[in-house]
């Protein structure tokens, strides 16, 4: 098994423009969720699904979508990014959203706005 | 909602050396969970508590649940360099609500 897989690991932005941060996970596991982590600022959640075509926004949704088409995949959209958007993007998987199954999480993308 | 608080912040201790992380809960803890991230990568489960007085150990790293203080402990035995990085605690709200994450514990190990 791969586990959780992130790409771009690293990606330059300027103001205004759009991405999309690419996760994927190959363990069948049902719940997936996004965090930001900033300097001092720890692991914030952004959005999490606890199954295809099932999301919901964490602690800092504002600037990013998410959808979940497929058990498998679970990408985040930048629809204009802004440099408070700098910030290294984990996406994690478990089998359930709870808390007694382990949480796996990528390597990270690590974005900066310009 | 939850906040988890670690202390302490950061630690530099000589190799060889004994130390311990806390990680404390404004709410109930329902699971608690240690992670370790090295400098520019991703999170690498330590392990889970579940249980009030539950205790675990992974090699030299042993970890503690106190539900009563909503407080969990990690305690590293005769600290090596390979210990170094950030040591972050994840507990959720409920059973059944994503992880909050504390701000992390940055451990320095010099010889």
């Known amino acids: 098994n791969a586990g959780v897989t992130q790409t771009p690991k690293f990606q330059v932005l300027k103001t205004g423009q759009s991405m999309t941060l690419q996760c994927a996970q190959d363990m069948n596991h049902e719940y997936m969720s996004w965090y930001r982590q900033d300097p001092g600022m720890g692991l914030r959640l952004i959005h999490y699904?606890?199954?295809?075509?099932?999301?919901d926004q964490g602690e800092v949704p504002n600037g990013y979508n998410v959808s979940r088409s497929t058990t498998e995949d679970f990408p985040l959209r930048l629809l204009s990014a802004a440099p408070s958007q700098t910030s290294v993007y984990f996406c994690?998987?478990?089998?359930?959203?709870?808390?007694?199954?382990?949480?796996?999480f990528g390597p990270g993308t690590r974005l900066t706005v310009t | 909602s939850q906040e988890l608080e670690q202390s302490p912040q950061s630690l530099i201790v000589q190799e060889g050396k004994n130390l311990t992380i806390n990680c404390t809960s404004s709410?109930?803890?329902?699971?608690l969970y240690w992670y370790k991230q090295k400098y520019g990568e991703g999170l690498i489960f330590l392990m889970m508590?579940?249980?009030?007085?539950e205790e675990k150990s992974h090699e030299k790293i042993t970890a503690k649940l106190d539900e009563k203080k909503q407080q969990s402990s990690l305690h590293i035995t005769a600290s090596q360099p390979s210990h170094a990085g950030i040591y972050l605690c994840?507990?959720?709200?409920?059973?059944?609500?994503?992880?909050?994450f504390g701000k992390g514990t940055r451990l320095s190990v010099i010889a």
């Open positions: 709410k109930t803890l329902y699971g």
């Open positions: 508590l579940q249980k009030g007085g």
């Open positions: 699904s606890v199954g295809a075509g099932i999301t």
């Open positions: 994690a998987s478990s089998y359930s959203i709870r808390s007694s199954y382990e949480q796996y």
């Open positions: 994840g507990a959720g709200n409920s059973g059944n609500t994503p992880l909050v």
